[in-house]
């Protein structure tokens, strides 16, 4: 059987923002493989470089996930929910090599050290903690997951919000100096929470219209 009318439609779209997705790690391989060459492509510290691309990624990926449904309520586009899965995947997958590589290349094989690293540096334990909690929702992603956990999957999906709090204090805490960028990003996230719970309230407050409006009909 081949794909249905409406996934034919989304076969170039999608390809294209894998394309995007995939391009800043192929770069990033690149740059690994002239520096493992000889070259200064990553600067003086490439082990930094890496870690710091690899999960700057993983937050623009993890914003532009949070940014679908604004986009989608704005627009009126509801092809773009289409999209948020494979965006969340690729933070997931981002985070997941930025982890890997301060695994690899930072401790250098010295994993018990993470141990230490978590409890002793604010900016790791937070760091960590939302790695974790990607875990399930990468893995829950699929349809068969979404079908077997029914109304607690959009509960458990809901913790992309702590996500994306936890994110943006790793890279505010990280950075020492210059805290313009990761304030960037804390606007972004501060923005696209904030629609969410002005929606929120907003639905709440119709509801509450609607029912005290229902005896008064009656009546």
């Known amino acids: 059987m081949g794909p249905r009318p409406g996934m034919r439609s989304l076969i170039l779209p999608k390809t294209a923002v894998h394309l995007a997705a995939l391009t800043p790690l192929a770069i990033l391989a690149w740059q690994t493989w002239t520096v493992w060459k000889g070259s200064n492509a990553l600067g003086a510290d490439p082990v930094a470089e890496i870690e710091h691309r690899l999960g700057i990624w ?3 990926f993890l914003m532009i ?3 679908i449904t604004p986009l989608r309520q704005l627009s009126g586009w509801n092809v773009l929910v289409r999209f948020r899965r494979m965006l969340g995947l690729y933070a997931f997958a981002y985070a997941s090599l930025h982890f890997a590589t301060y695994l690899g290349l930072d401790l250098r094989g010295y994993w018990m050290q993470v141990f230490e690293d ?3 540096r604010p900016y ?4 960590f903690l939302a790695w974790l909690l990607l875990v399930p929702l990468a893995v829950t992603s699929t349809t068969g997951w979404i079908k077997r956990l029914g109304r607690n999957w959009a509960r458990l999906h809901k913790l992309v919000y702590v996500i994306a709090v936890l994110a943006v204090l790793h890279f505010w805490w ?3 100096s210059d805290i313009r960028e990761p304030a ?3 606007g972004i996230a501060a923005l696209l929470l904030g629609w969410r719970a002005w929606k929120a309230l907003r639905t709440r407050a119709n509801a509450r219209a609607k029912a005290r409006n229902v005896p008064a009909a009656r009546a």
């Open 58 to 60: 993983a937050l623009r």
């Open 65 to 67: 996930t949070l940014a």
């Open 118 to 120: 978590i409890t002793k």
């Open 124 to 127: 790791i334990t937070v760091g």
């Open 174 to 176: 990280l950075v020492k």
């Open 184 to 186: 960037v990003y804390a």
